[in-house]
């Protein structure tokens, strides 16, 4: 199949190598964001798919907007059978959607219509999933609401962050996308209505989620963690500092929610049951295990 491919971050980089790895398709162009400053010399940036198009010699296209004639124009002339859509963070219009012959293709990632929206893989863990996916649907004028091709579930691990399971995720969505191309063209795929009646929505994740709330339970608790981790990251005050919270494990311990328990190891009460903190981060310091938080800055409160 002759292929458009749009995407943006990394989570989109996997499928496009499959896609550009495969014999039975040609990556005719990649669609990406614009390039956008970052950090604090807000430098210029490449998205992460843009760097990987260059890399493998396909041409990138940044319009600012897809709604425009000249957008679709761009679009029209690269001649696409099929549109694979993943994280690109643009709606696509209707006369995009309707252009190639095949339709658009997006990866979702998670098993819709569940955690339809912007933050699906996060709000997973944040919710304590036991399992989750990927979803290959056909694009329509709403939010994630098209018809679904294919699925591919997976279990999300006890203490498995949410940056863990987007890479994993990430790699799944490449090895479904080249399924349901494959079904697409042979004509063997059956689009599924979603049930709008089991649909549930996402929105962006920001920092307004850190703080931690020690009243709730170790395993809310521990969900956030996971779940905001590597971005926006848990935060809690102890000893007297902001402490970024990076990793930990519940423990079968009670106390006053918010209650040191223990130094060593790390252990706070919660509403039930207890967190034992494993890996953290006081403001303006590096990364450090617990132990060495508790040698550096719980001794010199004493």
């Known amino acids: 199949m002759r292929i458009v491919y749009m995407g943006t ?12 790895a495969s014999p039975k398709h040609e990556v005719a162009a990649v669609f990406t964001q614009p390039d956008k400053p970052q950090g604090r ?19 990138v296209c940044q319009p600012s907007s897809m709604k425009t004639d000249e957008a679709l124009e761009l679009l029209d002339s690269f001649a696409p059978e099929v549109i694979v859509v993943a994280a690109y963070g643009q709606i696509l219009p209707k ?26 893989i996060q709000q997973a863990v944040l919710d304590g999933e036991a399992v989750t996916g990927v979803t290959a649907m056909l694009m329509d004028v709403g939010l994630d609401t098209g018809d679904i091709l294919m699925k591919k579930e997976t279990p999300i691990g006890e203490n498995e962050t949410a940056g863990e399971l987007f890479d994993r995720l990430s790699r799944l969505g490449a090895e479904l996308i080249l399924e349901t191309l494959d079904g697409l063209e042979a004509g063997t795929l059956v689009p599924e209505k979603q049930d709008e009646a ?4 996402t929105a962006k994740i920001d920092k307004s989620l850190c703080p931690v709330d020690f009243n709730k339970s170790a395993e809310e608790v521990h969900n956030k963690i996971r779940g905001l981790y590597p971005w926006p990251v848990a935060t809690c005050e102890l000893a007297g500092k902001r402490v970024r919270l990076h990793r930990a494990a519940i423990v079968d311990k009670s106390g006053r929610p918010g ?15 207890a967190i034992e903190l494993l890996e953290l981060q006081p403001e303006g310091k590096k990364k450090m295990t617990a132990e060495a938080f508790a040698a550096g800055y719980l001794r010199r409160e004493k």
């Open 9 to 20: 971050p990394d989570f989109a980089v996997p499928a496009l190598r499959a896609l550009a």
């Open 198 to 201: 089991l649909a549930t929505h």
């Open 95 to 120: 006369p995009v959607l309707e252009l190639p012959k095949y339709g658009c293709v997006n990866i979702h990632g998670s098993l819709l219509p569940k955690y339809r929206g912007a933050a699906p």
């Open 41 to 59: 010399k807000q430098i210029m940036t490449p998205p992460d798919v843009k760097v990987c198009a260059l890399e493998l010699g396909i041409p």
């Open 259 to 273: 209650e040191l328990l223990s130094e060593k190891p790390l252990i706070i009460a919660c509403g039930s049951k």
